[in-house]
């Protein structure tokens, strides 16, 4: 049985449409239902097109299914795809004791892109992440990626991220075969690759 910091641990994986995080949150509830845990999985769209905010709310627990959606200040861990959605999810669902593992290629929004706001420089953001985590971690992982050949890997890369930091009980076997089991045949070389990658390319940041 799996091992778990709190019950129900809460993770949230945050990114912007087109980045895979659904499909990230599927393969890590899919692991944990492997391993004998009961998982319960939200989403939110800030907008409902590619671009837009996306944010999967994973509930694992021992015991029992939790309602799918994390109550406000109740993240145990953030899986970002992006910088500003990290901090965004830090915003409404922070606390001292929260992890951050962190994508650090920024995805321009339109009111950016058009000269409207400014994206926050890399190091503020890391600066409120210092501040507001109880530890965090940050991977160029769509950088690793596009070495692969394909930038939705990083949603994969991000995955192979969690893994080392070892906040969750995650064994690399069992996840390895998830992974085998939720992408298609013709894929899973790559994906597998982008996994191992992940691994070696995370940072610590604090």
């Known amino acids: 049985m799996m091992e778990l910091r709190k019950d129900p641990f809460?993770?949230?994986?945050a990114g912007v449409g087109?980045?895979?995080?659904v499909l990230a949150s599927l393969i890590l509830g899919r692991y944990f239902v492997g391993r004998?845990?009961?998982?319960?999985?939200?989403?939110?769209?800030g907008v409902s097109q590619r671009g837009g905010s996306v944010?999967?709310?994973?509930?694992?627990?021992?015991?029992?299914?939790?309602?799918p959606i994390i109550p406000k200040g109740d993240a145990d861990l953030v899986i970002a795809l992006e910088p500003v959605e990290a901090l965004r999810v830090l915003d409404d669902f922070g606390n001292p004791d929260i992890d951050l593992i962190v994508n650090m290629r920024p995805v321009y929004p339109m009111a950016v892109l058009s000269g409207e706001c400014v994206y926050p420089p890399l190091e503020d953001i890391k600066d409120a992440f210092r501040l507001y985590s109880r530890h965090f971690w940050t991977i160029n992982a769509t950088a690793i990626a596009l070495e692969?050949?394909?930038a939705i890997l990083a949603n994969?890369?991000?995955?192979?991220a969690v893994l080392e930091t070892r906040?969750?009980?995650?064994q690399e076997a069992f996840f390895v075969e998830t992974l085998k089991e939720s992408l298609p045949k013709t894929s899973i070389e790559i994906n597998l690759r982008a996994f191992h990658d992940g691994r070696?390319?995370?940072?610590?940041?604090k």
């Open 10 to 13: 809460n993770v949230v994986i």
């Open 18 to 21: 087109g980045q895979g995080n």
């Open 36 to 45: 004998g845990g009961k998982v319960t999985i939200g989403e939110t769209y």
């Open 55 to 67: 944010m999967s709310h994973l509930r694992v627990s021992r015991k029992k299914q939790f309602a």
């Open 148 to 150: 692969l050949g394909k």
């Open 156 to 160: 994969i890369v991000m995955l192979g």
């Open 167 to 170: 906040v969750l009980d995650i």
């Open 200 to 205: 070696k390319g995370l940072l610590s940041g």
